[in-house]
């Protein structure tokens, strides 16, 4: 019999940033959980979307701003595709970059809004489903509410790890980072027999932000001759440059991709497989965070979203090194060779979840319930680690005290998972 400690009777559920495979197990199994132990479930529309549009004469409307989760609308969800609750990228706590702005009325409006938002429609704790930045928005908005005036409705809150970039620490696996991994290895397994048809070869660009996991997990199961992400970056692979902030001009030293080292690897790649496998083909996997590594420069007139990151669609890292790879490999052999850009990711995101994911992420969903309801807890991340034993990782620990920001979890590179991508590709003597 669970004792409730958070006296919760209504719940909400969000999502917001990219969608993931298996997002509906972990909605829809969350909802079943405290539906079960007879407590209602709001599912908010489009991620915080409305919730930062609310206002006394502007109340939210049922079906329109958000959705009661019941039983019938729950039936045969977790395998299915799509975010049923749908997603947003609508970030209530943008402005908030320092725990002294969680104190300054202007800057935390739109925190306060939501949780004004949340309190009209008579919601007692919070779950919120998203990326890092989505981690960081619940941390702000848990944080927020320590400076409410006293006797103020305190909201709960626990989040639940989604990307399928698997960048992200406290967790081995986040949810639909398989079902993506599947997906694009099948484009690249697709591809590499096309490359063996017409003698060429395909430079795919992966999502993958910030680290390497998308692309190596793609590359290993997918057979491709190289891979290369941000975690292969140094040694001759690296170099700096000095950047000028354009606001108050004070310079900085920027790590920054050796681009001519780079081409000149792959060239080798292609080199070795003519030369001593008779291979005239091949897929090149490079992640799409190398594209913060390239000079600025190459990144001039470039826009950047609200949490810093770079537009990558339209820096189009494949076809760039496409071009570059095709220069250098006929400059040193003289011969011609067909090199195809292409971006992959988009077709990943939504792809139907395999058994494991589902797995995971109904897991997940439970664990927000225990989380909330048997234990007490606020502020934490459901985590799952082992036999899928559930774990809760307090936000303090995943977010920087100092900046609010989440640390990134790379690819380790000489750990086993990192030298298994590099047995797989084409053996290259440097």
């Not at 947003?88 to 938002?117: C, F, I, M, W, Y």
């Not at 709960?156 to 949810?175: M, W």
């Not at 220069?327 to 011969?335: D, V």
């Amino acid at each position: 019999m669970s004792t409730n400690p958070h006296n919760i009777r209504r719940v909400a559920i969000l999502f917001a940033g990219g969608p993931a495979p298996a997002a509906n197990a972990v909605i829809s199994t969350a909802a079943a959980s405290f539906l079960r132990n007879g407590i209602e479930v709001v599912g908010c529309l489009h991620g915080y979307s409305a919730l930062v549009e609310y206002a006394p004469n502007k109340p939210l409307v049922q079906d329109r701003d958000y959705v009661m989760l019941d039983h019938k609308r729950l039936k045969r969800t977790r395998n299915s595709q799509g975010i049923m609750i749908g997603t947003a990228r609508t970030n209530p706590g943008k402005k908030v970059s320092h725990p002294s702005h969680l104190q300054d009325v202007e800057l935390t409006k739109p925190l306060r809004t939501v949780h004004e938002a949340l309190c009209s429609i008579g919601v007692d704790a919070l779950i919120s489903i998203g990326g890092d930045d989505t981690l960081k928005t619940a941390n702000k908005f848990q944080s927020f509410q320590n400076f409410l005036p006293a006797g103020s409705k305190k909201i709960p809150v626990v989040h639940l790890p989604k990307t399928i970039d698997n960048d992200y620490c406290g967790i081995d696996f986040t949810f639909g980072y398989f079902t993506a991994v599947e997906t694009l290895a099948q484009e690249v397994r697709n591809l590499l027999a096309d490359a063996e048809a017409g003698r060429a070869y395909f430079l795919c660009e992966t999502m993958g932000r910030s680290a390497g996991w998308l692309a190596y997990g793609t590359a290993i199961a997918g057979e491709a001759s190289l891979v290369i992400s941000v975690e292969d970056i140094y040694g001759k692979y690296r170099s700096e440059e000095t950047v000028t902030n354009p606001k108050t001009g004070a310079q900085t030293t920027k790590p920054v991709m050796n681009v001519d080292q780079v081409v000149k690897r792959i060239v080798k790649v292609m080199r070795v497989r003519e030369e001593e496998e008779n291979k005239q083909f091949g897929v090149i996997v490079m992640a799409e965070g190398l594209a913060e590594y390239l000079p600025a420069s190459e990144l001039e007139g470039i826009p950047r979203d609200e949490h810093g990151h770079i537009s990558i669609a339209q820096v189009n890292l494949g076809r760039t090194f496409s071009k570059l790879v095709m220069a250098e490999y006929k400059k040193q052999t003289g011969k011609e060779r067909k090199v195809n850009g292409l971006q992959l990711g988009y077709e990943a995101r939504c792809a139907r979840p395999h058994a494991f994911d589902v797995m995971l992420g109904s897991q997940l969903g439970v664990g927000a319930y225990r989380a909330l309801v048997e234990k007490g807890l606020n502020g934490v991340m459901v985590s799952v680690s082992g036999q899928l034993d559930l774990n809760y990782v307090p936000f303090e620990t995943l977010v920087d005290p100092d900046t609010l920001v989440t640390k990134v979890r790379f690819v380790e590179r000489e750990s086993d998972f990192h030298k298994l991508a590099r047995f797989l590709e084409t053996h290259v003597n440097e």
